[in-house]
């Protein structure tokens, strides 16, 4: 199977799956949305209410959000995989317990694998805990870790920076560190760094600056 088609088939085996009590409860599941071949994966926590409702991740006032901080990193929604610790919605929006994170991994993992990123950003202390068991966030956020084949950053969800503001500068600025983090990553797993879009627009810019120097 391709990644592609193993993609699908997670989705599809999510949609009907009643592993935990948080299927009797969901409309929609979100399995994840984003490329099989993505370089980055984002791991949230669960679907809110909206993402419930439609079935993809990251559609609310989170998701507004998390596209300026992906703007940050010069890349777009089309560039990235983006999924969570839990399929379905938990209700109210509490917090996934164990029992439900445990029967979810299977699906998460299933998708690491068939992703295969250089880099999988976890948002929030329930994908953070998955990596790095007992980490503080407040600590390690932004900092790139290799966990067996691939790198690992940790950084705040979106939706704690959108209720505490003094959050936002440190959230902004872990995510304009992505792309050098990208080719750090990529570069220590033996594939070729990639040139920045935004790098390549600013290019004329900088040289007529230089030229104006002289
Ligand atoms: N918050 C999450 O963690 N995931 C979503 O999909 C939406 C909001
Ligand atoms: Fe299955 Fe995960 Fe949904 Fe639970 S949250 S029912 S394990 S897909």
Redesign the pocket.
């Known amino acids: 199977m391709s990644a592609e088609e193993t993609i699908s088939k997670i989705a599809e ?3 009907v ?7 009797e409860s ?1 409309k929609k ?1 979100v ?1 994840g949305d984003g490329p099989a071949t993505a370089e980055i994966m984002f791991i949230g926590e ?1 679907p809110g209410f909206h993402e419930n409702e439609q079935g993809h991740p990251f559609v609310g006032a989170s998701g507004k959000f998390l596209d300026q901080l992906l703007a940050q990193a010069d890349v777009t929604r089309e560039d990235v995989f983006i999924a969570n610790v ?3 919605r938990p209700p109210g929006n509490r917090d ?1 317990l164990p029992d ?1 994170l445990t ?2 991994d ?2 998460l993992e299933a998708q690491i694998e068939a992703i295969n990123p250089s880099i999988v950003v976890t948002l929030g202390r329930f994908s953070m805990n998955k990596f790095f068991p007992g980490a503080k966030i407040s600590a390690v956020h932004g900092q790139m870790q290799k966990v067996g084949g691939r790198f690992v950053i940790p950084m705040f969800h979106p939706a704690a920076a959108l209720h505490q503001a003094a959050l936002k500068p440190s959230i902004l600025g872990d995510f304009a560190k992505l792309p050098d983090q990208l080719n750090e990553a990529r570069i220590a797993l033996g594939k070729p760094a990639i040139v920045r879009r935004r790098k390549l627009e600013e290019a004329p810019d900088e040289k007529s600056q230089q030229m104006s120097l002289f």
């Not at 799956?17 to 299927?23: F, G, I, Q, R, Y």
């Open positions: 085996d999510v949609s799956c009643t592993k935990c009590a948080l299927h969901r599941s399995p669960g839990v399929k379905c996934p439900e029967a979810c299977v699906y």
